[in-house]
């Protein structure tokens, strides 16, 4: 990550209370860690996430750790430990040092006989149901187990026999010993262990039973020394559980804090969610370019900058909120138009034809790649008697405002001439097959003598040397700001945009074939778009990141353009 990126002026709340925390010498540095569950792929709510415990560490001097939270093993599995890890590194972190709550399957089966020896934790024999039954609800209290009261030496005897593999999955769990009629139902006496016969993707069949998320967190936090456990609003009614723990076992305690997830409209983010589009073939995997997960947003071009920068935009937030979409959207485009080169390229093309060009002559024009970035110098692009133009920026008639080409009218070409339309051609059906025009001589871009003014400028590509581009215009997955949401009793399969992905072919200069996949360039007038990884050499695949500009109203977004 560069060191120039914007720098905000007022701290958040979790910047505030931390550097309370350092000056009151409750902490002596800022370790954080970020503890994904190797479930899924990351989506942009991860990023938040990233972004804040890696800013935090860094800005303070502290370490990072990745830790793979992997408790669940029914769900977990490497390939997601992989993808999470490459998309961390794009997204321009690196870790201090890499853990999986795994790890410490030991230390914490240890620290739970500690509980059971104190009387902190028994073993009990309540299905889940009963267990649900005796948990009470959030206006009744709850009814102690009928096993609550086993001695230490009962209980350790059990939970070495649940540990050995002697009772069936879900007869019995470790409970801590808390209150049952406590108003924090997290808080009456929860499960530590249950018994689950699974095989787990580093620990194999080693264990039979495995810790809950509760039992696991804080303690690996304390083992790992991070001093702030940073995590979603989710958690906020388990931290006196957190505490309770690293309290009776008398370990190192970090403080834990919560801040609210993002929400962004128009996508939905949950792994749960996103399984399903990927499993039902909703979409084409976990990367498909319309997917809210970072290598979704990489295929679609995204910028890790682009990411960061709105990351760092929307801030912090201490209550639930939705952010506008277009924000992110808008990152991008602000990112790319610093960066991408520009390219002509036309995607609905109608052929224009220069009566009055030398037969078979071609000229090469200088077309400026990037005007925010003159240091990125000039290209070659070669004009000739027959274009190709966007039939867009042609009408037949058009109203006085009409500032691209119309029979009787003039425009610029974009690094080219002047041209007049004089004519036009059609077929039997009143299409429109061929503009004609004549070019001005005197009008060349960079050395016009003549004078003329014109207040229109369209970009075109040579015919015969346009290169073919298989164009894939991705637009939003769903149609709806809110997708799934109860109000409209729709689910969020019935939100998904019919139209969220057309290909055409797309007419484009020859530059287009000197970029990698993963290059982002700007079609001039039309938006961003990135080589894709489907392109070979027989063809090229794009896919349209953004458009210039916001397509969904709303509002009129930065992206240059002329
Ligand atoms: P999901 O099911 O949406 O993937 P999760 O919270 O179950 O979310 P985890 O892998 O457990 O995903 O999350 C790893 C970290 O990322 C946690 O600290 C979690 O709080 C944080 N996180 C997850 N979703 C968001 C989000 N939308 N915004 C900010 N942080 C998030
Ligand atoms: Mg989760």
């Not at 990351?42 to 990023?47: E, Q, Y």
Request: hydrophobic residues 30%; negative net charge.
């Amino acid at each position: 990550m560069n060191d120039n990126e914007p720098k905000r002026e007022n701290k958040n709340f979790i910047e505030q209370a931390i550097e309370a925390d350092l000056k009151e010498g409750r902490f002596q540095n800022v370790n954080t860690r970020f503890p994904p569950e190797p479930n899924g792929y990351l989506h942009i709510g991860h990023a938040k996430s990233i972004c804040l415990n890696f800013g935090l560490a860094k800005s303070h001097g502290g370490k990072c750790n990745l830790r793979f939270d992997d408790t669940n093993p029914v769900k977990e599995d490497n390939e997601y430990v992989e993808a999470i890890k490459q998309d961390i590194k794009w997204l321009g972190f690196d870790w201090d040092a890499l853990h999986y709550a795994s790890d410490y399957f030991d230390q914490l089966y240890l620290w739970a006989e500690k509980l059971i020896a104190s009387g902190d934790a028994y073993v009990c024999d309540l299905s889940a149901e009963e267990m649900r039954e005796y948990r009470g609800t959030l206006t009744e209290p709850g009814k102690n187990s009928p096993f609550r009261d086993r001695t230490p030496e009962e209980n350790l005897e059990l939970f070495r026999g649940m540990k050995a593999g002697d009772f069936p999955d879900g007869a019995k769990s470790l409970r801590a010993k808390i209150d049952m009629s406590s108003p924090n139902m997290n808080m009456r006496d929860p499960v530590m262990y249950r018994i689950l016969r699974a095989n787990h993707h580093r620990t194999g069949d080693t264990w039979c039973i495995y810790p809950t998320y509760d039992w696991t967190h804080g303690q690996s936090d304390s083992i790992e020394n991070i001093s702030f456990s940073i995590c979603t609003l989710e958690f906020e009614n388990h931290r006196p559980l957190y505490n309770w723990f690293c309290e009776k076992l008398n370990i190192h305690h970090p403080r834990q804090m919560e801040f609210a997830k993002l929400k962004l409209s128009s996508l939905l983010v949950g792994k749960r969610f996103m399984l399903r589009l990927v499993k039902e073939g909703y979409v084409n995997g976990w990367d498909d370019p319309r997917m809210p997960t970072l290598s979704g947003y990489r295929r679609r071009g995204y910028t890790p900058e682009s990411i960061r920068n709105f990351c760092a935009d929307v801030g912090v937030a201490k209550f639930n909120s939705t952010i506008d979409i277009i924000r992110l959207e808008n990152s991008v485009r602000e990112h790319l138009n610093k960066i991408a080169p520009r390219r002509m390229v036309v995607l609905n093309p109608v052929r224009l034809t220069i009566t009055n060009w030398p037969e078979g002559q071609v000229e090469y024009t200088e077309a400026i790649n990037n005007p925010e970035r003159p240091e990125d110098g000039r290209r070659n692009v070669p004009f000739s008697g027959t274009l190709l133009i966007d039939r867009d920026d042609f009408k037949e008639e058009a109203p006085r405002k009409f500032f691209r080409l119309k029979k009787g009218g003039a425009v610029r070409l974009r690094a080219g001439y002047i041209i007049d339309c004089h004519d036009v051609v059609k077929d039997a059906d009143g299409n429109i097959t061929e503009i004609l025009c004549t070019y001005d001589p005197e009008t060349r871009s960079g050395s016009d003598t003549s004078g003329r003014k014109v207040k229109g400028t369209i970009h075109w590509v040579s015919e015969e040397h346009a290169e073919k581009v298989e164009v894939r215009l991705y637009d939003r997955l769903f149609t709806t700001e809110n997708p799934g949401s109860s109000e409209d009793g729709k689910s969020y399969i019935d939100c998904l945009n019919p139209e969220s992905l057309s290909t055409v072919t797309g007419y484009a200069e020859p530059e287009i074939r000197n970029h990698a996949v993963g290059e982002q360039v700007q079609y001039e007038r039309i938006g961003y778009f990135v080589v894709d990884q489907d392109t070979t050499d027989e063809k090229i695949v794009m896919n349209r990141i953004v458009p210039l500009r916001d397509t969904w109203g709303k509002m009129e977004a930065k992206g240059t353009t002329n």
